[in-house]
């Protein structure tokens, strides 16, 4: 008869280590968040950050494609604004930026002979740094998404970035921009290209010209994406003609439907967008959140002075969108405009702490107010809300904001800090802190690849309801028991939910010496007329970034 040893038998040491493995762990609730998170040797388990073979929520590379002038920069930023902020780590990675540090001024369209074989290795070269800044922000920096914008017109460049990214277990979507419109290319030109740091003391017309023949050059070795044959098992979205049509193919994930979802909502015409707060309440005066109170003396005269405002504006087909709280409501009901009410746009919800001061706050929750103070993009109120969730939650209002022209929004201060921050592209650190003082109409202008911001006072007085970040929290990013693209739900998980109303009423590559050496010995050919060569500055210093997003 066989000896079992002891280990191996059942209660010994073996037999405890595996069934100690196979029980559930031990669950700790994050008090910022208010979520579950499992623990493993009484230290939070993060996922791994391993994505070979590739995960569901696997970093994803987006690939433009297209032939210059055909708004891939434009899309690739505002995509990545879009990302950054529903909670998606993007970053854009834009060869072009890398080609003008490797070659340190730009001569004419030459360069981009598909025969000049010296320029060609430049390109590739920087295109082949790009990817490794992609990989070290993919794998070391927290990144999710990352935005490859180039041209990337050839199908042999388009396979090394597969290749690339199928080595690192990451997949890929491609965006290519088509467009045969003549007039909307040749206005993209004069509207963002004859000003890029390529041109610099060049005229204009002489910058038109040669742009366009850098365009023919590029036409050259076109090669469209093929989504019925070649392309058929790629993810990919062709945009054409500005979004007049689409053509989408293997849509695989979450965020890949997302940038389909986005970018089908997108237009390029010219409008603008008014956000304010609706007048001064009686819960401003008396310092208290949430609730549904009505407007002060101070709050109905705003109404009317915005009632002038829009008088002097001249808005034809004006939409004009309020919450469905109380305040906004009285505050649009003077407009003498229809407007429509969205309960995506009522204030964060403050749970058990509605109705409070924030001293009341302290005293009977101080330790929920302590939790607000340090942490206040993800905190979320007990039974109530978050700012993160408060952006889950505007994401169609942003969809339809990007459809419409002008339009007028009556919201709330939390509400106004998201919506702001979505166009100004500001930080998960930044948004909780925006200043939307009451009284105070925010004009915001989108242009090409930013947004212009005018702050417009009505001159009435209003109580200051703005609180500064406190000095001993410093600025930080997101908070390390965040899982990668988790979505944390909009439902808290305590009962008796207090009721929300009252009544029914970019690092650059650094080039090498070899690449540098490459394009002065070859290329040859004389700079544009205007251009100085010798006082042409370094890229790092001609390029200023005007985005204000």
């Not at 040797?41 to 690939?63: F, G």
């Not at 922000?137 to 017109?153: H, K, M, P, R, W």
């Amino acid at each position: 008869m066989k000896t079992i040893p002891s280990c191996e038998t059942k209660g010994g040491p073996l037999h405890q280590k595996a069934a100690k493995d196979t029980m559930p762990r031990e669950l700790t609730r994050n008090p910022v968040q208010k979520i579950w998170i499992p623990y493993k040797d009484e230290r939070p388990a993060l996922p791994s950050q391993s994505c070979i073979p590739p995960l569901t929520n696997s970093p994803t590379v987006i690939v433009m494609v297209g032939l210059p002038a055909r708004g891939k920069t434009y899309i690739a930023k505002k995509l990545t604004r879009y990302l950054n902020w529903i909670g998606a780590p993007t970053k854009v990675f834009n060869v072009g930026e890398y080609r003008r540090e490797a070659v340190k001024w730009y001569r004419s369209y030459d360069f981009f002979r598909h025969d000049n074989e010296d320029a060609m290795k430049i390109r590739k070269q920087c295109a082949l740094a790009a990817l490794s800044d992609v990989k070290s922000y993919l794998s070391e920096e927290g990144g999710q998404i990352a935005v490859f914008d180039a041209t990337n017109t050839t199908r042999d460049r388009r396979q090394m970035i597969l290749s690339f990214a199928e080595e690192n277990g990451w997949k890929v979507f491609f965006v290519e921009s088509v467009c045969d419109d003549p007039s909307i290319v040749a206005a993209n030109i004069m509207d963002v290209k004859v000003s890029s740091p390529d041109y610099l003391d060049c005229n204009r017309a002489d910058a038109m010209e040669d742009f366009l023949k850098r365009i023919e050059c590029y036409k050259a070795t076109y090669q469209p994406l093929d989504p019925d044959h070649y392309d058929k098992d790629l993810s990919l979205i062709k945009v054409i003609n500005v979004g007049r049509r689409f053509l989408v193919n293997r849509v695989l994930d979450h965020i890949q439907s997302k940038i389909v979802y986005y970018l089908m909502n997108i237009h390029v015409h010219p409008r603008t967008i008014y956000l304010c707060r609706h007048g001064e309440s009686d819960y401003n005066l008396k310092g208290r959140i949430g609730g549904d109170s009505g407007l002060s003396y101070r709050g109905k005269k705003f109404s009317s002075a915005l009632r002038t405002f829009l008088e002097e504006q001249n808005i034809k087909d004006l939409k004009v969108w309020t919450s469905q709280l109380k305040r906004t409501i009285q505050t649009a009901e003077v407009l003498d405009e229809q407007y429509e009410q969205w309960k995506a746009l009522n204030e964060i919800d403050a749970g058990v702490c509605e109705d409070m001061t924030y001293e009341e706050i302290k005293e009977r929750h101080p330790e929920e107010y302590t939790l607000r103070e340090q942490d206040k993009y993800y905190y979320r109120y007990p039974t109530g809300e978050s700012y993160q969730d408060l952006v889950q939650r505007l994401e169609p209002v942003i969809m339809e904001l990007e459809r419409q022209g002008d339009v007028l929004v009556i919201c709330h201060q939390a509400v106004m800090r998201c919506l702001l921050a979505y166009f100004l592209d500001k930080s998960a650190d930044e948004l909780p802190y925006l200043k939307c003082p009451l009284h105070t109409v925010l004009k915001l202008t989108p242009f090409a690849y930013g947004c212009k911001v005018e702050s417009i006072f009505l001159n009435v007085e209003a109580v200051n309801t703005h609180r500064d970040r406190p000095e001993d929290v410093g600025k930080k990013g997101a908070n390390p028991l965040m899982r990668r693209n988790s979505v944390t739900p909009l439902a808290s998980p305590e009962p008796n939910k207090k009721p929300r109303m009252e009544g029914p009423d970019d690092r650059l590559a650094s080039s090498s010496s070899l690449a540098t050496a490459l394009c002065l010995a070859s290329d040859g050919s004389a700079p544009l007329p205007g251009q100085n060569v010798s006082e042409m500055p370094r890229p790092s210093e001609a390029v200023t970034i005007s985005v204000q997003e």
